[in-house]
């Protein structure tokens, strides 16, 4: 089972920022933060991972809180593109074969 | 750098027919996983293979079947098609196993499986 939480869905206007929540609270101290997203017909596409610090790169910021139970995932100027189902998972990145364990995701729409 | 490669894009089976889908990594990477899409249950991990290695296996009935050749490609294998496995069949590559790195997976475009 997935061990994330995310709303089922939301919207957003173009241009904005769109912050999409992350419940984990049963998190382990050696498991990531993942995010992944997916665009209609397309394989899932990686965006951003972190451990307990703030992580920033060209696609997003990553807001993990100080307990780690919750993380938020910032696209800062939202665009049409950015329509697509967000995936949260928390896995261990060091060690083993574990798998990604995908729960439903977030479908963010990003109205004009 | 080419993507992951997935072959055939899309097919059409009838219940008791077997199909082989066919995947190739970035290249360089030498981990290969599998996953099935489907509306009901999303994404689900098929199994994972390393180095010819089969390293992880989710909870699929032993008609999923996969391998990986010494080139890092990979086919996975669906035997008696049922017509609960159509489903778009994603495969994903990473450097290392997942979970010994930075555990980015690259996924390739799915094959989209329809049974009759």
């Known amino acids: 089972d997935a061990k994330t939480t995310q709303p089922t869905s939301m919207d957003c206007a173009e241009g904005r920022a769109a912050n999409l929540p992350c419940n984990h609270s049963?998190?382990?101290?050696?498991?990531?933060v993942y995010w992944y997203r997916q665009i209609h017909s397309q394989g899932p596409q990686y965006i951003i991972h972190?451990?307990?610090n703030n992580e920033t790169n060209e696609m997003a910021s990553l807001i993990i809180t100080e307990d780690r139970k919750s993380s938020t995932l910032i696209l800062p100027h939202a665009t049409l593109r950015d329509t697509a189902v967000y995936y949260c998972?928390?896995?261990?990145?060091?060690?083993?074969?574990?798998?990604?364990?995908f729960g439903k995701g977030t479908k963010l729409t990003v109205n004009p | 750098k080419a993507g992951v490669t997935q072959t055939p894009r899309y097919l059409i089976k009838t219940r008791g027919q077997q199909v082989t889908l066919s995947c190739s990594p970035i290249?360089?990477?030498?981990?290969v996983s599998w996953y099935q899409q489907t509306p009901g249950q999303g994404l689900q991990f098929l199994f994972e293979?390393?180095?010819?290695?089969?390293?992880n296996k989710g909870n699929f009935p032993g008609r999923f079947s996969g391998r990986q050749f010494s080139n890092s490609r990979s086919e996975m294998n669906v035997s008696t098609l049922e017509l609960g496995d159509s489903a778009l069949y994603l495969c994903?590559?990473?450097?290392?196993?997942?979970?010994?790195?930075?555990?980015?997976?690259?996924f390739g475009e799915g094959s989209r499986l329809t049974v009759l």
């Open positions: 994903a590559s990473s450097l290392n196993p997942q979970g010994a790195d930075t555990g980015e997976l690259f």
């Open positions: 049963t998190i382990s101290g050696n498991e990531y």
């Open positions: 972190g451990l307990k």
């Open positions: 998972i928390v896995r261990v990145a060091h060690g083993g074969s574990e798998k990604l364990v």
């Open positions: 290249s360089g990477h030498r981990s």
């Open positions: 293979y390393f180095s010819e290695t089969q390293r």
